[in-house]
């Protein structure tokens, strides 16, 4: 089993929707999480750290869910410019290593 | 802003050639790591380093070197290089050994080996 797992896509949505990804992890010690963005042909940039509690930046909504040990992305409101794939990211205690997901496509249609 | 540095943005060498990927931070991070990015594959780790002189092997280090002779310069060898090592390179660094500290990308290099 991978250590995490995404549903590759890609998803295909028109402008104004929202669309939730998931990505589940397997290390129940893991302690840090991440969503990164990127775009094609380019380097990952950090879109939002995922805490405990759940956060919230703009359109963009990360929550994490320990028990079942899956974080999820939301986008509300789609833009035509949010179309890209979404890294998820989990670092375990300990190691201060990354384990990237391989990531979701998003496109986001007129 | 973090920024992270990488030499070259497309580089295109000969099988069996020596090749050196620099990449520069300007943060004072302690972590620096090497990744490449393949269709289909997503990001593998190659090396990384925790410190100056450091160096700890990733996923797939057969092939590679690296060389961290100072805290803000991590480089990435590959001592003959070979068709199978085309691919997009990414550098990243990160602070500290706390917990919750995200990476830094640099804007990778795309390496072609004819």
């Known amino acids: 089993r991978k250590e995490v797992e995404q549903d590759p896509g890609p998803f295909n949505v028109p402008e104004g929707a929202t669309v939730a990804f998931n990505c589940t992890y397997s290390n129940s010690a893991s302690q840090s999480f991440f969503w990164y963005r990127q775009d094609c042909r380019k380097e990952p940039k950090l879109l939002m750290s995922v805490y405990s509690s759940g956060n919230e930046d703009g359109r963009f909504t990360a929550q994490l869910n320990r028990a079942s040990q899956y974080i999820s992305l939301l986008i509300r409101d789609s833009k035509l410019s949010d179309s890209a794939t979404y890294l998820c990211?989990?670092?375990?205690?300990?190691?201060?290593?990354?384990?990237f997901g391989r990531g979701t496509s998003l496109i986001v249609h007129p | 802003d973090v920024k992270v540095t990488q030499s070259s943005r497309y580089l295109v060498k000969r099988t069996g050639e020596k090749v050196f990927l620099e990449c520069v931070q300007d943060m004072d991070h302690e972590n620096m790591f090497w990744y490449r990015q393949d269709p289909g594959l997503g990001l593998r780790l190659i090396y990384f380093s925790y410190d100056v002189k450091m160096k700890e092997k990733g996923d797939i280090p057969e092939g590679y070197s690296v060389s961290r002779e100072k805290k803000e310069r991590f480089s990435l060898i590959l001592e003959s290089a070979s068709t199978n090592q085309t691919s997009m390179y990414l550098c990243?660094?990160?602070?500290?050994?706390?917990?919750?500290?995200?990476?830094?990308f640099g804007d990778g290099t795309r390496l072609s080996i004819l």
């Open positions: 990243a660094s990160s602070t500290g050994r706390s917990s919750n500290q995200p990476q830094h």
């Open positions: 990211v989990v670092e375990s205690g300990g190691s201060y290593i990354p384990t």
